[in-house]
């Protein structure tokens, strides 16, 4: 997210020289470096401009204490910058009501349809009755594809294949979820390639009618300034609540991210980071700050193993670990646990300084494809008691993999260090406490 971003403020933040006092003289420069990385990152001139004067104001004459390096005292300005230009602090969606309708607007292709289901599976896991609702009656395909969705994350989706006037669907809709209990009804309706006049006129009259509770405006966060662009047309019109920020798994440069709320003056509420339904997130605008100036997010990092982390399996592998039987298939389970958690690059770019090291390296699921392939060419007796596997089975396990040798004997060789570094644990009593840290 954001590589490179993050590489080229780390750079401007470096070339601030001298001690003692930040000066006009010595930050003019460095402002300035960090000015171009914004607007090469596609945020609204206008935004770099009061970002960096803001800046320099608060960098001016500060005195820099014996303990931070200039560099450092900078950093944190930029980080205040950053954040307070993203909107300061997390914004929540409004979901009171019975039920209560939130409305999802954007342009065809900004990724509605599949954050309608994201946000579906999230309001379910927190426990809430949800009812979908298909409104786009242009696009057969995007009903389906809802109905797709809602079968996935186990959420009711209500269409009417037939009907062409949306208001009815979305009355019809509201009405049922009203009959059947469920409290929250998400609405996703048509978009178009381009802002036209009828898609507008349709979705101003859905809000009218309908008075959502919370009104989404979900935009690509790789289109850049059109993103910014649509956005304040679609404010205009609509008057929405949030911003939906989509596709920022991608190779997005974040001047969307940015500089949408400084233009529309409405808070990004969340963000969308693939294509699987777990990937949204809250929009938290300090740890997103931390992430641009590679501060990484431990925060967030945290969360995120705290929400894929199965304490059953947990107290399994522990047992197995205390017991000295740790076998392949509970290397293969925890590999599952770590998928579960997202994109990996990503994941490591929450680790501070990690993100930097990592920019050209390309980490991802697929890293773990031939880990897995190996272990699946085991037999069930080989994965339970490792110690089998000679030289002839590695033979046959290459080969039944599609790997070679070496990468077999890669692989047991680190899973052995991992087994002599579990004994070591055992013996010293601490392998709870140490599995514990790991997660
Ligand atoms: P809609 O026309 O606005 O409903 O857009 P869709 O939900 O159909 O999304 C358009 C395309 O973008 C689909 O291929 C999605 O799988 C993809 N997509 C949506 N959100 C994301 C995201 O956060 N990251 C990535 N990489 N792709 C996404």
Known sequence: ?????????????????????????????TIKEIRRALVEADVNYKVAKEVTDGIKEKALGRDVLIAVSPGQLLTKIVHEELTSLMGGSQADINITGDPAVILISGLQGSGKTTFTGKLANRLKKQGRQVLLVACDI?????????????????????AEPE???????????????????????????????AVDDQMMAEIEGLKKSLKPTET??????MTGQDAVNTAKTFNERLNFDGVVLTKLDGDTRGGAALSIRAVVDK??????TGEKMDAIDLFHPDRMAQRILGMGDVVSLVEKAQEAFDQQEADRINKKIRKNQFGFDDFLSQIDQIKKMGNIKDLMGMIPGMGKALKDVDVDDDSFKPIEAIIKSMTPKERENPDLINGSRRQRIAKGSGTSVQEVNNLMKQFEQMRKMMKTMNKMGGAKAALGNMM
């Open 267 to 272: 808070p990004i509420k969340f963000i969308s």
């Open 138 to 158: 242009y696009r057969p395909a995007a009903i389906d594809q809802l109905k797709v969705l809602g079968e996935q994350v186990g959420v009711e989706v209500y």
């Open 163 to 193: 009907n062409k006037n949306a208001l009815q669907i979305a009355q019809n809709g509201i009405a049922q979820a009203k009959k059947t209990g469920k409290k929250i009804v998400i609405v996703d309706t048509a978009g178009r390639l």
């Open 216 to 221: 989404l405006f979900v935009v690509d966060s």
């Open 1 to 29: 997210m954001f590589d490179s971003l993050s590489v080229k403020l780390d750079r401007a933040i470096k070339t601030l020289k001298g001690q003692g006092k930040i000066s006009e003289i010595n930050v003019a420069s």
